[in-house]
């Protein structure tokens, strides 16, 4: 592993760094409320028009061709410039690399240019009311209708982050009636605007509407809904295809080392202005903490450019930095003390924090994972 940067890495790192100086703005309106969000999407659509909304896909599909190595830095020049969360992060880091690792050509042409430019927004539809952590459990259904051409959905997604203000649905419908567990489900590509859907927002703790429950009562999806089909990879196929989007979402794509990296530097900064010396060990091994993902990222990114692919490795990924992101919060309210609750970013960060564990698989079943996958540990 070559941990040096190459000089065209670091003329892409300075032209990243000029162009969010220039251009990202601060102060918006959070993306979990529907006003914050259509801000959002302003954002969304100036950085495809430059061209940075997904570096590292193909110039044809909206991307820049960048390398692996060059998103990790624009990442980290993205977090370090404090620009805006990314409303679309759903389908861009979600979604996308398993259209391009799933999706036929017609899929692909059609689905990546729009959501790189925030014309198609999209939400993950996977949790139901008795399908979370089991995700195995999904009962939504989608019933083939060979004479309309198409699928009529029943049934409800919930927890569907920014559900409300997104246009499409990627879900897990069961599309085998006499299936059960694993087996008989596909992944289905589902415009929002179908009649018979019913999209209700609701609230989080933090005041945000930032969820939605998504309600199918014989919605008819036509075949011809997305071009290239509605249908990602195999119908009946629908769990392998949802690993590789979990994969994504555990592993590299959703939470890249510099949103930590940049945490633990403001975290410094908050350090010198009011030094605690009971704390500091603990903020400096935060701070290392935060370059070990960093190391530990690099090292996937290594493996990931010779060929491999991301496994339940995955998982241990995600309970690393989803505690590591507390940990940087919690001693940031720390050193705030009294005046913690008047600091409204650490404040919001440390509850949004909260969430970690949570969503993306809880970190209670990924340890499950990397016990039975990774250390071979008996099921019980
Ligand atoms: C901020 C946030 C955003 C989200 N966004 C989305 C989204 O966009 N789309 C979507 O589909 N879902 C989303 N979710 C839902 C999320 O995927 C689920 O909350 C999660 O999978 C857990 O499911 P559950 O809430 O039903 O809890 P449960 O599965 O009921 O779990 C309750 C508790 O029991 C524990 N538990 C359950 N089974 C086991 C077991 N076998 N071994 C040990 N412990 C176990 C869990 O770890 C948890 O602590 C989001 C959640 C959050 C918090």
Redesign the pocket.
């Known amino acids: 592993m070559d941990l040096t940067w190459t000089p065209e890495e670091d003329a892409f790192r300075l032209e990243a760094r000029e162009w969010l100086a220039a251009n990202a703005p601060g102060g918006l309106p959070s993306g979990d409320t529907a006003e914050g969000f259509a801000v959002h999407v302003d954002w969304e659509r100036t950085l495809f028009d430059a061209r940075w909304a997904a570096v590292s896909w193909p110039t044809d599909v909206g991307g820049r061709g960048a390398s692996l190595w060059e998103w990790l830095i624009f990442e980290e020049e993205y977090y370090r410039a404090r620009a805006p969360q990314r409303v679309t992060q ?1 389908g861009i880091f979600l979604l996308a690399p398993t259209v391009f690792e799933y999706g036929n050509a017609a899929q692909q042409a059609h689905i990546l240019p729009r959501m790189a430019g925030a014309v198609d927004l999209w ?5 139901e009311p008795d ?5 195995a459990n999904v009962s939504s259904k989608a019933t083939r209708d060979d004479e309309r051409g198409g699928w009529v959905l029943n049934g409800q ?5 920014r ?1 409300a203000f997104c246009t499409h649905l990627f879900g897990l419908f069961r599309t085998d009636p006499d299936s059960a567990r694993h087996r008989g489900l596909s992944y289905l590509l589902v415009p929002l605007d179908l009649e018979g859907v019913t999209v209700r927002g609701f609230g ?1 703790l933090d005041g945000d509407e ?2 939605a429950e998504v309600f199918f009562d014989d919605a008819f999806l036509p075949d011809d809904a997305i071009p290239g089909g509605v249908v990602l990879g195999e119908v009946g196929a629908g769990w392998s295809v949802a690993m590789a989007t979990t994969g994504s979402e555990r592993g590299l794509t959703l939470r890249s080392p510099g949103r930590f990296r940049a945490v633990a530097a403001q975290l410094l900064d908050l350090q010198r202005k009011r030094p605690d010396p009971e704390l500091r060990h603990r903020i400096a091994r935060a701070w290392m903490r935060a370059e070990a993902y960093q190391s530990f990222t690099l090292q996937a990114v290594t493996a990931l450019a010779a060929g491999a692919e991301a496994g339940p490795e995955s998982s241990i990924n995600k309970i690393w930095w989803s505690e590591l992101d507390i940990e940087l919060h919690g001693l940031a309210l720390d050193l705030l003390g009294d005046d913690a609750e008047l600091d409204g970013p650490w404040t919001r960060g440390w509850q949004f924090s909260l ?1 970690g564990p ?8 990924l340890r ?1 994972i990397a016990a039975e996958r990774l250390l071979g540990l008996p099921r019980k």
């Not at 949570?358 to 079943?365: D, K, M, S, V």
């Open positions: 759903n939400c993950q539809g996977w949790s399908a979370g952590s089991d995700l997604k919930t927890w569907t982050t559900g989080r930032g969820f969430s949570i969503y993306a698989g809880t970190n209670e079943i499950n």
